[in-house]
Structure formats: C-alpha cells, structure tokens
C-alpha cells in the first residue's frame, strides 16, 4: 500500500514557477514509476509527465515540455514537478500516481489507467 500526499500548489502570476512536491509512504517506492496529471474544471484529468523509479526515464505531455520538469530523490521518498514558464492554461488541480515496476528501471507510464496509487491533488491557480 502506498499513500501519496501532495504539496506545493498555489496562486502564482503568468510566467512565474512553482514546484509541487509528492511524499510517499511506503518502503518499496523506490520501485514506483511516478506520473503527474492534472485536471482543469470542465475537462478530463490529463498526462503531465513521467518518471522511471531509475529516475533516468521521463516523458512528458507536449503543452509543457521544456517548461516542466520531474525528478525523484528515493532516499526522501518524494517526488517533484518543477513548473516554469506557467501560463493560464495550466491551472487545473495536480496529481501524483505511483505504479509498482520493479521488473524495469526504465519503466515508464502515459496512461491513467496504469497507475495503482493516487494522491488527493493540489490546485495550481495561473492568473493572466
């Protein structure tokens, strides 16, 4: 069983950063791929991106590649969105997700419906 907490949303400007953190409990997280998504009102919950538990892996949607960035430290059981450049249109609330992998280290996931584990979800507010 693993829990997924979220943290670090808010109300940033256009154009400003914010960096939205996800603490897992568990000992095996380590062999979680991880996944951000987020979900905008009115719209289905949609990839953000993906990190391998080798955390040499990712993936990301193409509205924010080159703007974010995830990564992983293992020992801290946390894993981090990093959002530059932020625009309007990526205010939604986001969520982490965890799926077991440990038969690859380079196992990555796009698909909602891969994941097994899901945080409560932070609201990220971009204003104009």
């Known amino acids: 069983q693993v829990q997924l907490i979220e943290s670090g949303g808010g109300l940033v400007q256009a154009g400003g950063s914010l960096r939205l953190s996800c603490a897992a409990s568990?000992?095996?997280?380590?062999?979680?791929?991880m996944g951000w998504f987020r979900q905008a009102p009115g719209n289905e919950r949609e990839f953000v991106g993906t990190?391998?538990?080798?955390?040499?892996?990712?993936n990301y949607a193409d509205s924010v590649k080159g703007r974010f960035t995830i990564s992983r430290d293992n020992a801290k059981i946390t894993v981090y969105l990093q959002m530059n450049s932020l625009k309007p249109e990526d205010t939604a609330v986001y969520y982490c997700?965890?799926?077991?992998?440990?038969?690859?280290?380079?196992?990555?996931?796009?698909?909602?419906?891969?994941?097994?584990?899901w945080g409560q979800g932070t609201q990220v507010t971009v204003s104009s």
């Open positions: 997700a965890a799926k077991s992998a440990p038969w690859n280290s380079r196992y990555i996931s796009s698909w909602e419906s891969d994941y097994d584990y």
């Open positions: 990190i391998s538990w080798g955390g040499r892996t990712t």
């Open positions: 568990g000992r095996t997280f380590s062999t979680y791929t």
